[in-house]
């Protein structure tokens, strides 16, 4: 009989403890399947930070190290550096990269370190009760900011790819989204692209990824793919910031 799907091998059996409708899963699925597509999950080493995803060292079937909240950059300079054969990579949300680890990931791209980051913005902290994120939108209610993020008082939302893109040693830096199946899938070549860039020793590189977050943001899953079609997309548009093998710079 001939085999139409199966688990890629590298992702764990062990299940998640991720929210229903959260897209966290989807995201370490198109991740682990291009690991092994490409033939590097043996030589692959992940850097696993604080947050929703504390736990990805138990799902990804690569070797995986845990950093210290926001040091993922940090702790994958070290492992590229001294096992620089090796295809290593970050996994983050925003509360953990683009708020206490954003000096980290923006001297990791300074510096052109040749590592992946996978960058995964819900607009919110998710692990510790849906406070304000560095990247939550204008108006957005959460546990901190319950009558709405206020800009006179909380500033405007960070726009990472934006920021990133225009260091010099960034290679590779593009946004996507995961709130309906045609963008999942361009959210995995993204991602290829990406690891491919560090496999040709380019520099480094980012994919930035719209989740979900229904628990926290208080709808259903399905609202929660509409929330980031709506709401999210539009304040973070989706594309290339930056290829430096097409010269799109």
């Not at 690569?62 to 054969?85: E, F, I, N, S, W």
């Not at 609202?223 to 999210?232: H, I, K």
Request: a neutral charge; one cysteine or more; glycine letters at 10%.
């Amino acid at each position: 009989m001939k085999i139409v799907f199966q688990k890629t091998s590298g992702l764990t059996d062990k299940p998640t403890h991720y929210c229903p409708g959260c897209t966290h899963g989807v995201i370490h699925r198109l991740v682990a399947e291009v690991l092994e597509e490409m033939g590097v999950l043996e030589d692959t080493v992940g850097v696993a930070s604080v947050g929703c995803s504390v736990l990805s060292y138990e799902y990804f079937n690569c070797d995986m190290t845990q950093a210290a909240h926001g040091r993922a950059p940090a702790v994958a300079t070290g492992v590229k550096r001294v096992l620089p054969d090796r295809m290593v990579f970050t996994y983050q949300g925003d509360g953990d990269l683009a708020s206490i680890g954003i000096s980290e990931v923006i001297h990791a791209a300074a510096r052109g370190e040749n590592i992946t980051v996978i960058f995964v913005n819900n607009a919110i902290y998710g692990m510790t009760g849906g406070q304000m994120a560095p990247t939550s939108l204008i108006g957005q209610k959460t546990a901190t900011t319950p009558y709405g993020r206020d800009v006179s008082v909380h500033g405007s939302p960070i726009k990472v790819c934006e920021m990133i893109s225009v260091l010099d040693g960034a290679a590779y830096i593009e946004r996507v989204s995961t709130h309906d199946v045609p963008h999942i899938q361009k959210a995995k070549k993204a991602i290829r692209r990406a690891f491919e860039t560090q496999k040709r020793g380019g520099g480094f590189s980012m994919v930035e990824i719209l989740s979900t977050c229904p628990t926290n943001w208080g709808l259903d899953p399905a609202e929660s793919l509409e929330w980031v079609r709506d709401n999210m997309v539009p304040v973070y548009p989706l594309g290339v910031y930056k290829n430096k093998a097409t010269g799109n710079l």
